[in-house]
């Protein structure tokens, strides 16, 4: 399995459009085989989202996403789990051991909250609300 996840830092970017670069992780099972960190620059979301459905990513840990993207995304294949605050070690442990959700935060000094995320109208409606 792949995993990507964009990066700012050492911590999950706040916003997939805005990230310049990204940590793609290979794993087996619950082990990672390998980590690379990809720069894909600015290039539009249609781009964006070809490129990692090219590199055969199964799964993307991200913070804020758009709607649109997000369709993208699930239409090719690709499992997204939005509104991750946090480290990037952090996350990928909880995702490797099956305990991430979307709206999961994780602090600095190690405490770790997950949010329950509800949407207006439709899925989406104007956005996320936290419960």
């Excluded at 999950?12 to 990204?22: E, N, T």
């Excluded at 699930?74 to 480290?87: A, E, F, L, M, S």
Aim: positive net charge; charged residues 25%; aromatic residues 10%.
């Amino acid at each position: 399995m792949k995993i990507a996840i964009p990066i700012f830092g050492n911590r999950v970017s706040p916003r997939f459009d805005c990230a310049y670069r990204f940590l793609i992780v290979s794993t087996e099972k619950d082990r990672i085989l390998d980590k690379e960190n990809i720069v894909l620059g600015s290039i539009n979301p249609i781009q964006r989202v070809n490129e990692l459905a090219n590199m055969g990513v199964d799964t993307l840990i991200c913070g804020a996403i758009n709607e649109f993207t997000f369709r993208m995304l699930t239409d090719k294949g690709i499992n997204v789990i939005p509104w991750v605050i946090g480290n990037t070690d952090e996350v990928l442990d909880l995702f490797l051991s099956g305990g991430l959700e979307p709206g999961v935060t994780f602090f600095p000094d190690g405490r770790r909250i997950c949010r329950r995320l509800r949407f207006g109208p439709g899925k989406w409606g104007r956005g996320p609300r936290w419960l």
